[in-house]
């Protein structure tokens, strides 16, 4: 049972256009999200996280998006740049019950120069 | 500070054989996260260790075993390997709140 889907393996995208990365849920008892970028040989490190009393949170070239009644988040990179390319994990967690958090599949960015 | 260690970064094993994977986490983290990472099934969560007490644990079998000692330091360890064990384990370690994990660079284990 995938509580946490990322429907979309792979991801192209144009330099300096936007990224949009999604991710879905399927446990209401989810309240606090992340995505963590991941390189080849590392491990992932950590981008963004926000909160499910907010419906956005911004970093910089990074902002995430929270729809709750969708069950949805997504991760919005703009402008894209080829440093980007790497693996992006959503991951989901219940702060107010075990800490455990559950991992999407990922979804593959590639920024073409 | 120094980050997550984990030791060793490549190995190679028989089936049948049993490994142990070692992780040293940031200092003043108490909780090590470990993780199963296989091409198309991201990120498996196999346990959580908090302050040497298992706080959580996933779905896989009890050949996946580990345990943390009281420096917050955590081993891992699988017996009678399997070839579908092939995979990069990772380890986490966060101060337990749950507000996020500072992951290590993972341990290759290949299964031949």
């Known amino acids: 049972d995938q509580q946490v889907k990322q429907n979309s393996p792979s991801l192209s995208v144009q330099e300096g256009r936007i990224s949009i990365l999604n991710c879905d849920y399927t446990?209401?008892?989810?309240?606090?999200f992340l995505w963590y970028k991941k390189y080849p040989a590392e491990g992932p490190t950590f981008l963004i996280s926000i909160s499910s009393i907010k419906d956005k949170n911004e970093d910089g070239r990074f902002t995430v998006f929270l729809n709750k009644s969708a069950k949805h988040l997504s991760l919005h990179i703009v402008p894209s740049q080829p440093g980007d390319s790497a693996v992006y994990f959503c991951?989901?967690?219940?702060?107010?019950?075990?800490?455990?958090?559950?991992f999407g599949t990922g979804t593959r960015l590639k920024v073409l120069a | 500070k120094a980050g997550v260690t984990q030791t060793p970064r490549y190995l190679i094993k028989t089936r049948g054989q049993q490994v142990t994977l070692s992780c040293s986490p940031i200092?003043?983290?108490?909780?090590v996260s470990w993780y199963q990472q296989t091409p198309g099934q991201g990120l498996q969560f196999l346990f959580e260790y908090f302050s040497e007490t298992q706080r959580n644990k996933g779905n896989f079998p009890g050949r996946f075993s580990g345990r943390q000692f009281s420096n917050s330091r955590s081993e891992m360890n699988v017996s009678t390997l399997e070839l579908g064990d092939s995979a990069l384990y990772l380890c986490a370690s966060s101060l337990g709140t749950g507000r996020g994990y500072t992951f290590g660079s993972g341990t290759r284990l290949t299964v031949v």
């Open positions: 991951a989901a967690t219940q702060l107010s019950g075990t800490y455990k958090y559950i």
């Open positions: 200092s003043g983290h108490r909780s």
């Open positions: 446990n209401s008892m989810f309240d606090y």
